[in-house]
């Protein structure tokens, strides 16, 4: 799954989740007639959370530790050559995460 921010408006993504969970927990003590415009503001505060920590999560994560393994089959000048293989990473990675 991808890293998706969202909108401004929090209908999707991580500004969605934020807001949504900012809603249920704020709502309930905020007088009714104000209750429209503090929403208006904490989808405005979820989107720059989401943006923030996906942009931040994006720039930083690294990728450690990957190892893959399986049956690979290898042409070998004349006939071919089966076995198994595994791959162990050597070095930290950044630039995968999407």
């Known amino acids: 799954m991808a890293l998706e921010i969202g909108d401004e408006g929090a209908t999707s993504g991580m500004a969605k989740a934020i807001y949504d969970k900012l809603n249920e927990l704020l709502k309930t003590p905020v007088p009714p007639e104000d209750l429209a415009n503090a929403q208006k503001v904490w989808k405005q505060l979820a989107f720059g959370i989401a943006t923030g920590v996906v942009t931040h999560l994006l720039?930083?994560?690294?990728?450690?530790?990957?190892?893959?393994?399986?049956?690979?089959?290898?042409?070998?000048a004349g006939p071919n050559a089966s076995g198994n293989v595994s791959l162990g990473q050597t070095a930290t990675t950044t630039g995968l995460i999407r």
């Not at 720039?59 to 070998?76: D, K, Y």
């Open 59 to 76: 720039s930083n994560l690294e990728v450690a530790g990957l190892g893959v393994a399986g049956q690979v089959t290898l042409p070998i």
